[in-house]
């Protein structure tokens, strides 16, 4: 099956640092999302993004999906933004469209 | 308020016990998912149904059962608990296949 493969694993950032996270898949997909789960275990949508770029804030995603990987921006990292960061990809099967999750990134932002 | 709400919160059962997870929806969407996420894991699907009276099987279906009688509810049912059903567990859904999948607050499963 498919493989989504996130970097890095672990992040720790300073309050009002930059970064970037990293999706890597293995086969052509449908769509891509990226989701924040919170401390909580609460899993936000952040981004639907099949291709190209969108912002929402201080968030933005770029998916180019001929060379198969998405990229998340987080700037002015606040400690709200800590939690853990999933990449899925959408791909068709037999039984109609799945989603698939990466590993996620853990990211804590610290005062 | 329109969302997905999933209870209880928590779950406690005994081993070989059926335990039945709720999750019902007000957003009119006609897909619903169920996902399993174990610690330091990624989400794994579990049923997914495109419409109602319709389901189909995920990556680890075995151990489980559904049934989608309504457009808002997608119960989840843990047949026989064993122990290693104990996670989280995650309700979602989407207005189609493939469009954008909203999650619930889960639904954690201890089997004892």
């Known amino acids: 099956g498919i493989q989504v493969e996130q970097s890095p694993p672990d992040l720790i950032l300073q309050e009002g640092a930059n970064s970037t996270l990293r999706c890597n898949f293995s086969?052509?997909?449908?769509?891509l999302q990226w989701f924040h789960q919170n401390p909580w275990g609460q899993l936000i949508n952040l981004f639907y993004?099949?291709?190209g770029t969108k912002q929402n804030g201080r968030l933005s995603a770029t998916t180019v999906a001929t060379e198969r990987y998405s990229l998340l921006y987080i700037s002015s990292s606040q400690t709200t933004d800590s939690g853990v960061y999933f990449c899925?990809?959408?791909?068709?099967?037999?039984?109609?469209?799945?989603?698939?999750f990466g590993t996620g990134t853990q990211l804590k932002v610290e005062l | 308020d329109g969302g997905i709400t999933q209870s209880p919160k928590y779950l406690f059962r005994k081993e070989g016990q059926n335990v039945t997870l709720s999750c019902e929806q007000n957003?009119?969407?006609?897909?619903m998912y169920w996902y399993r996420q174990d610690p330091g894991q990624g989400l794994r699907l579990i049923y997914y149904?495109?419409?109602?009276?319709?389901?189909q099987k995920g990556d680890i279906a075995e151990g489980y059962s559904v049934s989608r009688e309504k457009k808002e509810s997608f119960p989840l049912t843990v047949t026989s608990a064993q122990k290693n059903r104990t996670a989280f567990y995650l309700c979602?859904?989407?207005?189609?296949?493939?469009?954008?999948?909203?999650f619930g607050p889960g639904t954690r499963l201890t089997v004892l």
């Open positions: 979602a859904s989407s207005t189609a296949p493939g469009q954008s999948e909203y």
């Open positions: 086969d052509s997909v449908n769509n």
């Open positions: 993004i099949p291709s």
């Open positions: 899925a990809v959408y791909i068709l099967t037999g039984g109609g469209n799945k989603l698939t």
């Open positions: 957003l009119n969407h006609d897909a």
């Open positions: 149904s495109q419409i109602v009276n319709d389901f």
